[in-house]
């Protein structure tokens, strides 16, 4: 075993050593075979959500399954069959009887639940009526799923059980007699003995659980075991029936659904976080492994894993929150505009969202958008850093987003590539297609922001300046005296581009300073089709000023978004006003050097929102 030392490892090892010694309990007797058990066997492992397995002991030592075949049963039959046609057979109140107890409905006839054994001969009777492929092989491929590789059964058990399971069989006839099995009970029986003598190791009960923990979904193979729908079915009558009559007591202090079988296995499933198998074959009174019972109760303390104390609280789903005044998008824009964002930019709001959102980690997203004061222009969802959204949440949204949109204001969920369901919600949800197309519209929230930002822009400033003549606009030329303004108009070269239109190549020479006296132009990384655009420029922003100074290579593409117009200064002209126009020069230089500082601390400023303002 390779050495893994974490203490979650050494917790365990902990664990191993001071249970090792504990020897209460006895070796089940009643299926000889079982009898034959050495008693000092002892395993314990621990599979996350995510399929990470730690393990110790006897981790590996094989045993037979038993009982805790029954949840994983029941959960095939709840595939094949549907949970309404189980539940005509099978009903899901604990018994309070003992597993082997003739315990049946008083009126129906039907095993009162699917973990005791009339439950469970009754549960596999359902399989196989509706297939035509063998009943037995759908088990063991089942199985195979939730531990990824094949299955087998100890023969020497089965054929010990079966030839002494009679109390076993008594209860097949009696199932038949209230028609909650049809055709030959036998038949069911002898399937049920072999399921329970399908051969397991802990790792292989870990992996179940954790497959349960994973929503069905085996998380090293990636292979689905069972329905996400049916998992919780399962889960629900291990919690309530999965340790016989201690079922109470054990989901009291241990807090997760179980289930124990007579070889001395357990398996614990602890929803979202992780699955643990235990070994041990002496038994408590009840008929659990007595070893098994202490390590889950202290696991579960130890690690707070009792599934009535969750680990997250609901306001951790607010990543970051904040509006159109305090962040900007990558769009550099003239002063004008940006004061006029920082005055207004209040009405447009951006949610960064993150983690899992179901109803009580979406709820309190949903009401601080509702809640917040002021007119709502714009509304951008961040959906980035959300791993996972179930139906509920996803539909809170799209309804949220429809109501929004009523109200005159505009929506975008942004960075939602990863949740293919949210977009199916909504689309099922707004009836109307373009709708949906809008609130999806944009990827990334920069592009969101941008767009927010100019129709706030063109409603506050609809005479803004769309084209530029007079250079007094730019911040290059502030401050600059009426001749001086002369000799700098003098040495600009005006220059126009179409759609698409390189302006400045990376990797050029810098021979030039642009300002952009018409139109928008995009900052590329990599080709304007294919690269990712890093930030855009309005009208009277100057661009390509680094380069200009420092003499590198241009560091990347700057293109044309539409028809555009550029007032070009070239640095030759620049580097000769130094004799020609001392005093120009160094006015210019400052100039410069302040559109520098602005453009820094925006960045500063953009860093302390996501690095301070998150929650
Ligand atoms: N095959 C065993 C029986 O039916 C399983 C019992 C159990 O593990 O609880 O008796």
């Known amino acids: ?335 004008m505009e940006r004061a006029c964002l920082g005055e207004h930019g209040g009405q447009i709001h951006l949610v960064e969202i993150q983690g899992n959102l179901a109803f009580a980690t979406a709820e309190p997203i949903i009401r601080d958008v509702v809640g917040c004061t002021g007119r709502r222009r714009g509304v951008i969802l961040d959906f980035h850093h959300v791993t996972g959204i179930n139906h509920v949440a996803a539909q809170l949204f799209a309804e949220l987003a429809d109501t929004l949109s009523h109200q005159g204001t505009a929506v975008f969920f942004t960075s939602t590539q990863q949740l293919p369901l949210l977009r199916q919600e909504v689309a099922s949800h707004l009836a109307d297609a373009s709708a949906v197309e809008g609130l999806f519209r944009f990827r990334s929230t920069d592009a969101a922001l941008e767009w927010c930002e100019d129709d706030l822009l063109r409603e506050l400033m609809p005479t803004g300046p769309l084209k530029v003549d007079d250079l007094r606009v730019f911040e290059i030329a502030a401050g600059l005296a009426d001749e001086e303004l002369g000799v700098f108009s003098g040495l600009i070269v005006r220059r126009s581009y179409g759609p698409g239109d390189y302006v400045i190549r990376r990797g050029d020479e810098a021979t030039s300073l642009f300002l952009v006296t018409m139109g928008v132009v995009g900052v590329w990384l990599g080709d304007h089709e294919n690269g990712n655009r890093v930030a855009s420029f309005s009208v009277g922003t100057m661009v390509g000023e680094m380069a200009f100074l420092d003499g590198a290579r241009r560091s990347a593409n700057v293109v044309a978004e539409g028809a555009v117009e550029c007032a070009l200064f070239e640095l030759q002209d620049f580097n000769r006003l130094l004799e020609t126009h001392p005093q120009l020069h160094t006015k210019i230089l400052r100039n410069i050097g302040v559109s520098l500082a602005t453009k820094l601390r925006k960045v500063n400023e953009d860093m302390r929102i996501l690095i301070a303002e998150r929650e």
Request: aromatic share 8%; with cysteine; charged share 20%.
């Open 1 to 335: 075993m390779p050495d893994r030392r974490s203490p979650i490892q050494d917790f365990l090892e902990f664990l191993h050593a001071k249970y090792a010694e504990f020897r209460e309990g006895e070796v089940a007797t009643y299926i000889p075979e079982l009898a034959a058990t050495n008693p000092e066997c002892f395993g314990i492992c621990v599979a996350t959500a995510d399929g990470f397995v730690y393990e110790v002991g006897d981790s590996r030592q094989r045993f037979t399954i038993q009982s805790i075949s029954k949840p994983f049963v029941y959960g095939l039959a709840l595939d094949e069959r549907g949970p309404e046609h189980m539940l005509t057979k099978v009903g899901v109140e604990p018994s309070g009887d003992a597993f082997n107890a003739i315990s049946l409905h008083k009126t129906s006839g039907c095993p009162l639940n699917p973990m005791i054994n009339a439950g469970a001969i009754a549960t596999t009777g359902q399989i196989g009526a509706s297939q035509p492929e063998p009943c037995f092989k759908r088990i063991l491929e089942m199985f195979s799923r939730y531990t990824g590789h094949a299955m087998h059964v100890d023969e020497a058990v089965y054929e010990s059980e079966s030839l002494t399971g009679h109390r076993n069989r008594a209860i097949g006839h009696l199932l038949r007699n209230f028609d909650v099995l049809e055709g030959d009970p036998t038949a069911a029986v002898d399937t049920y003995f072999r399921q329970c003598a399908i051969s397991v190791n802990c790792v292989d009960l870990a992996l179940m659980g954790a497959t349960l923990a994973n929503q069905g979904v085996n998380p090293l193979t990636g292979t689905r075991a069972i329905k996400d729908t049916h998992v919780r079915s399962v889960l629900s009558v291990m919690a309530s029936c999965g340790m016989y009559d201690f079922s109470g007591s054990w989901i009291y202090n241990v807090g997760m659904p179980a289930k124990s079988g007579v070889a001395g296995g357990v398996v614990a499933v602890l929803t979202g976080q992780l699955g643990i198998g235990v070994y041990s074959p002496r038994l408590d009174a009840q008929g659990n492994s007595a070893r098994a019972i202490q390590v889950c109760r202290e696991l579960s303390q130890a690690w707070q894993l009792h599934q009535f104390n969750p680990p997250f609280c609901a306001h951790t789903s607010r990543r970051m929150r904040c509006t159109g005044a305090e962040r900007h998008s990558s769009r550099v824009r003239h002063p």
